[in-house]
């Protein structure tokens, strides 16, 4: 039970704190609206702001799943082939340092302005976290457990799919959880430089037609779906993690 | 067989023999370099210069090459914590691709007492139940030499007292090397006791106590020689 | 002898300081917002600076170029600047918002924006816009513009496909990924696409079915505005106007001036398009334009409702 009335306390009290900003700042509805403001543009064009939701997710989820998928070919290529970590190494801090508003109106004119470029833009902040947490986790394996796996004879890819990956799991997990965190941040920078749908291009066009009401509830539908991405990926990741050392409580550890 | 670290050898010219069938404990002080005489053993060092370790009667068997007939215990049980205990019995043949012979492991884990933890994880295990499971591994390689590099040193005085006995009925008839720095564990358990000292490192053996391990310490003579060994102990860290 | 140095030489000279301190205090400051990044559309501006008009007219003159041309209106509303450069018909929808503004002042009086398309492109005419795609930019009010416009020649919106290529208006036409792009600026986009060597056509609004309307004004909070101190400044903007018409070289050395990144060939170019254009009364204001147009945004369903004129719009006297 208080594990949902502890979120709804949360997000009533943000509710508070914003209506009193408000008050106390008496800022104007044409920068910052009061909640119920916003709340009655979220009830007024819901359908919009779900259809635009719809898009933008859309965009978060195979942007995730390409990040990921490149990411964790990445790190196995840099973990086992040399020459790879020469010349993939300097590329993967470089695609981190490029700020993405640089990168994104070259990406939409390569990619054109449908869904591709957004993808590409989720995709290009998701693939260093989840690249640099795998490879290091495979980097790092238990010295005991690669010794042990030698005196009992285990091939080089035996040791690799039943060794290092397992073990580095957990390093990945936090990668992807970071990743899942900052998916959103591409999808909507790719939709600012050029879309037509999606959350990102809906506060836009909100902001451009003075409609701060519906800007502001695109924003907390936005926030709002991220926090409940990153909840079920966190969730699915400790499912899937069921060794995890923390999970267990203290009396039962030696 | 020779090695060096940083420059400086840790032992030249080591001359070692065991006796097959036989445990032999290996005692010296901290950093006399007993580990890393197992790990070169274990194959997973590499000699400096010419080496050779004879195993049985192929005497071309190098310790290069890995498929040596020996099985490995280290310090740490080393359990794979995604692996439940019976996972980590059955390690050595996942990894080799072979069928594990799930009967032999769950006896095995049945031996070391463990026969009702066989589905659990390793985090929610006691220390001592996990190098209990260690040594069903070591036994489910059934290997002609094992290898066991300070096994009960991160136990509690009972339970290393009682894994002591365990390990010594379970691997009796393998050749065993026990690298410790406990003296009453060799006396205990080792049938042949050998002192490493001095940098670089020389081997001398001393005599151990009669009657079949695991002896109990409450036999006469048996502090005696404790003292002795203890005394050696220290004249040997003397030299480091 | 002491006597004699005080009342002839410190007293003066200590009054002198005082006036002086007090005639540069005299100056009333004003912070300016424009409505992007600096660009010969605001040509007038830089002019009577750099003739020194505002400080003649006691005016201290700040100007802010911002990075979203959305802000400087919010800005002027919410308090936090004195003038802002707009657009009037994004000044009929935020006055409709509730956004205490009012124009006391024009800077461009023609419409800019036109419907491009390439020279040597399949579009000759706006009916061969069926089944096309029109890039826009986010902000404007492209799909009441093109409503209209493909309205006189028997289309509708649904015959044509938008894409938001946002601020990217040339790169797209240039590159194929649309067939034309409306938003795009007859002094700007038309000759950076000449420097690319490809040669546009445009469609000017006003001419298809638009009503006249001014691109860009000057905007002030109603509430907080001091009527006294912007009349001085439209004063000093109108002999900008005058000194940039009767002298644009000079103008134009003046305009880069310190601003050396401007002093390329597409700022060339508009420089000399834009001068037709510019409000040669700056403070002037017709009423009956602006009801028109305002007309014409509630038929599009733009605005709620048609306000009169004098709730959006000051004369200056």
């Known amino acids: 039970m208080m594990r949902f009335i502890r979120p709804l306390v949360i997000v009533a009290g943000l509710v508070l704190l914003w209506q009193v900003i408000v008050w106390l700042t008496d800022a104007p509805h044409f920068i910052l609206p009061a909640p119920a403001r916003v709340a009655e543009a979220w009830w007024v064009h819901h359908l919009t702001i779900l259809g635009h939701a719809g898009v933008t997710l859309l965009e978060i989820a195979l942007g995730l799943l390409c990040g990921v998928a490149l990411g964790v070919s990445s790190a196995l290529a840099l973990a086992y082939f040399r020459p790879a970590r020469r010349w993939l190494l300097p590329v993967l801090v470089a695609s981190q340092a490029v700020p993405v508003f640089a990168l994104a109106p070259i990406l939409v004119l390569w990619l054109g302005y449908g869904i591709a470029s957004k993808v590409a833009m989720a995709t290009l902040i998701i693939y260093f976290p989840v690249t640099v947490s795998f490879f290091d986790g495979l980097r790092r394996t238990e010295p005991g457990w690669t010794d042990l796996a030698r005196t009992m004879d285990a091939s080089r890819w035996k040791m690799l799919t039943r060794i290092r990956i397992p073990a580095a799991l957990p390093a990945l997990a936090s990668g992807l959880r970071v990743a899942t965190a900052v998916a959103p941040i591409g999808a909507v920078v790719g939709e600012w430089v050029g879309a037509s749908a999606g959350l990102g291009y809906l506060m836009l066009h909100a902001n451009a037609r003075v409609q701060t009401g519906l800007m502001f509830a695109a924003l907390l539908t936005l926030a709002f779906f991220a926090v409940i991405i990153y909840f079920i990926v966190d969730n699915g990741l400790r499912r899937a993690l069921p060794w995890q050392p923390d999970k267990l409580p203290a009396h039962q550890q030696e | ?240 | 002898m002491s006597r004699i140095f005080l009342r002839s030489i410190l007293l003066p000279a200590t009054l002198v300081l005082l006036l002086a301190s007090t005639g540069a205090q005299a100056n009333d400051k004003l912070t300016l917002l424009l409505d992007w990044f600096i660009n010969p559309d605001h040509a007038p501006l830089f002019v009577a600076e750099e003739r020194g008009y505002f400080a003649a007219h006691g005016l201290d003159v700040e100007i802010i170029a911002p990075a979203d041309p959305n802000d400087p209106p919010k800005l002027v509303a919410a308090g936090k600047a004195d003038i802002a450069v707009s657009y009037q018909p994004q000044l009929h929808v935020q006055v409709a918002a509730g956004l205490p503004l009012t124009r006391f002042g024009t800077l461009i009086a023609t419409p800019l924006n036109t419907l491009l398309v390439l020279e040597d492109g399949p579009v000759k005419s706006i009916a061969d816009l069926k089944g096309r795609k029109v890039g826009y930019s986010i902000g404007g009010f492209e799909d009441a513009l093109l409503r209209a416009m493909l309205a006189r020649h028997g289309l509708s919106l649904d015959d044509i496909t938008l894409v938001n290529v946002n601020f990217s208006l040339s790169p797209a036409l240039l590159s194929g990924q649309v067939d034309a792009v409306i938003g795009a600026y007859r002094n700007f986009e038309l000759n950076q696409m000449d420097i690319e060597g490809h040669k546009g056509r445009a469609f000017y609004v006003e001419e298809e079915g638009v009503p006249s309307y001014d691109e860009l004004i000057l905007v002030a909070n109603p509430e907080r505005m001091d009527r006294a101190v912007l009349r001085r400044f439209l004063d000093a903007l109108e002999e900008g106007v005058q000194y940039l018409v009767n002298h644009p070289d000079e103008s134009w050395a003046l305009f880069i001036r310190g601003r050396g990144e401007l002093d390329d060939e597409l700022n060339r170019r508009a420089w000399r398009d834009t001068l037709t254009r510019f409000a040669l009364r700056p403070a002037a204001l017709d009423r009956a334009r602006y009801a028109r147009f305002a007309r014409f945004m509630y038929e599009q369903g733009l605005i709620p409702e048609v306000l009169s004129v004098a709730d959006y719009a000051t004369i200056l006297e």
């Open chain 2, 1 to 240: 067989m020779s090695l060096s670290y940083a420059g400086a050898y840790l032992f030249k010219g080591l001359d070692l023999d065991l006796l097959a069938g036989q445990c032999s404990a290996l005692l010296g002080p901290s950093g006399v370099g007993k580990s890393s005489l197992l790990r070169l053993i274990a194959g997973l060092e590499q000699f400096e210069t010419g080496g050779k370790i004879d195993i049985g009667a192929n005497a071309s068997a190098a310790l290069a090459n890995p498929s040596a007939p020996i099985a490995y215990m280290a310090q740490q049980d080393l359990l794979l914590p995604w692996l439940d205990a019976l996972g980590n019995v059955m390690l050595g043949a996942r990894l080799r691709g072979e069928r594990p012979d799930h009967a032999r492991a769950r006896d095995l884990l049945a031996r070391v007492g463990l026969a009702d933890r066989e589905n659990a994880l390793p985090a929610t295990l006691s220390g001592g139940m996990r190098q209990r499971v260690a040594l069903a591994r070591t036994l489910m390689e059934d290997r002609p030499v094992v290898l066991m590099d300070e096994p009960f040193s991160a136990l509690d005085a009972i339970t290393r007292l009682r894994l002591q006995e365990l390990a010594a009925d379970l691997l009796r008839g393998r050749t065993i090397l026990l690298v410790t720095h406990d003296p009453m564990e060799a006396l205990r358990i080792g049938e042949r006791i050998f002192i490493m000292a001095g940098r670089p490192a020389l081997l001398s053996e001393v005599p151990p106590p009669a009657g079949t391990t695991p002896r109990d310490p409450a036999d006469a003579g048996f502090l005696s020689h404790h003292a002795e060994l203890l005394r050696r102990l220290r004249a040997a860290d003397a030299q480091i």
